[in-house]
Each structure stands twice: as structure tokens, then as C-alpha cells.
């Protein structure tokens, strides 16, 4: 079955900008997305189809995919930020599959 | 506003039975793919089960393939989730979610959650 490996957490500095990375083989033939979630609430598409954001998303967030990695920058992160983030691709044999999520802390 | 209600959770024993439901409002239901993802408490999100926009076809992750079954109504904008033969490890926040336009690989919306707990 197919795996997406994310690191479980990382910190950032408010205003600094933070990368959080998503692996899985060949990841780059396949679209990734982002989604962060604040505890208690649901899930929220911030990244689509590797690149592109959904109205009212922040131009702060951005994603790239390349290879066996699949990468979400936040630029100019903000304390609001600080949330679990997941990557997810569909995979033909396993279907829709997540990250293991990271934690990101904004200190 | 798109809208994605779920209802039908709670506390049920090891071998019970559970059907969730998500009623949609704020978009043309028939026109989008849906699916329920969970997320078990402390844990990640995990795809469970997938609909096409017309029912006519249907995927499952394995854990659940043989117990539980989706459909929908696109009559009554609503999804559906019959769980069978639940076990502990089916105890987790069951999410709805919507695909995205013309397209099946994301999800754009997702509901409020509905927590379905498995224990005697």
C-alpha cells in the first residue's frame, strides 16, 4: 500500500518561514494536497493539486511537488498558523491516502 | 456556504451497528464525489470510503471492506455510512467530506465530525 511520511513536528519563529515536507515514492507523478487542523476542528484544504489555493487561503501558504517529496511553505508564519498539517495524494492501488501530520508550533 | 452536517454517532458495543449520515446544503450535491474520512482520537485522518457523484462507484480502505457500505441520496442531499460488525478500532471521529470540482484527488469541504465510540 502505498505511504506519505511526514516529520511529527517542527517550530518556527513568527515571521520566519516554515517547510514542512511530505515523502512517498514517486510522489511527484501524483497530485498532493495540504490540509491543516486546529485542535477541536475539522480538517482545511489550504493546498491543492501541489500548487494551488483555495479562496481565502493566504498567500502565505504555498506547496511544490518534485520527485519523492512534496513540500508546504508557510512564509511569514504567524502565531493563527500553529495547527496539525497533513499531506494527502490519491493513489490508483490504495486510494486517498494522508500523511501522518505535523505538528507545527509557532514560538 | 457549503454545508456538511453529520449525524448519527455515539456509543455503541463491540459487534453493533451504526449508520451516519451527512446532509449537504449550499451546492448542487449530485454534481460532487463524497467521502467519510475518521480520524481516531490522538491519531491522523484515515480515507474510509468513497462515492461517485451518481453511486455507481463505490471504494473502500481495507480495514473496513465487507462491513461497512456508502451511498447516498441525491434526492435528499444526503451521504451515508452503514457500519457493521464494529470493533474498537473503528472508534474515531467520522468526517464527511467533499471532493473537489471535476476532480476527485482532494477535499474541499469537510464536516463538523460525528464521534462514534466502540467499547461494552
Redesign the interface.
Known amino acids: 500500500s502505498y505511504e506519505l511520511t511526514q516529520p511529527p513536528s517542527m517550530s518556527v519563529s513568527p515571521g520566519q518561514t516554515a517547510s514542512i515536507t511530505c515523502s512517498g515514492d514517486k510522489l511527484g507523478d501524483k497530485y498532493a494536497s495540504w490540509y491543516h487542523q486546529k485542535p477541536g476542528q475539522s480538517p482545511v484544504l489550504v493546498i491543492y493539486q501541489d500548487t494551488k489555493r483555495p479562496s481565502g487561503i493566504p498567500e502565505r501558504f504555498s506547496g511544490s511537488n518534485s520527485g519523492n517529496t512534496a513540500t508546504l511553505t508557510i512564509s511569514g508564519t504567524q502565531v493563527l498558523d500553529e495547527a496539525d498539517y497533513y499531506c494527502q495524494a490519491w493513489d490508483s492501488s490504495t486510494g486517498w491516502v494522508f500523511g501522518g501530520g505535523t505538528k507545527l508550533t509557532v514560538l | 456556504e457549503v454545508q456538511l452536517v453529520e449525524s448519527g454517532g455515539g456509543l455503541v458495543q463491540p459487534g453493533g451497528s451504526l449508520r451516519l449520515s451527512c446532509a449537504a446544503s449550499g451546492f448542487t450535491f449530485s454534481d460532487y464525489c463524497m467521502?467519510w474520512?475518521r480520524q481516531a482520537p490522538g491519531e491522523?485522518?484515515?480515507?474510509v470510503a468513497?462515492i461517485k457523484q451518481d453511486g455507481s462507484e463505490k471504494?473502500y480502505?481495507?480495514s473496513v471492506k465487507g462491513r461497512f457500505t456508502i451511498s447516498r441520496d441525491n434526492a435528499k442531499n444526503s451521504l451515508y455510512l452503514q457500519m457493521n460488525s464494529l470493533t474498537a478500532g473503528d472508534t474515531a471521529v467520522y468526517?464527511c467530506a467533499r471532493h473537489?470540482d471535476k476532480?476527485?484527488?482532494?477535499?474541499?469541504?469537510?464536516?463538523?465530525?460525528n464521534l462514534v465510540t466502540v467499547s461494552s
Do not use: N, P
Open positions: 467521502s474520512v491522523g485522518l484515515e480515507w468513497y471504494y480502505v481495507d468526517y473537489g476532480t476527485e484527488d482532494y477535499f474541499d469541504s469537510w464536516g463538523q465530525g
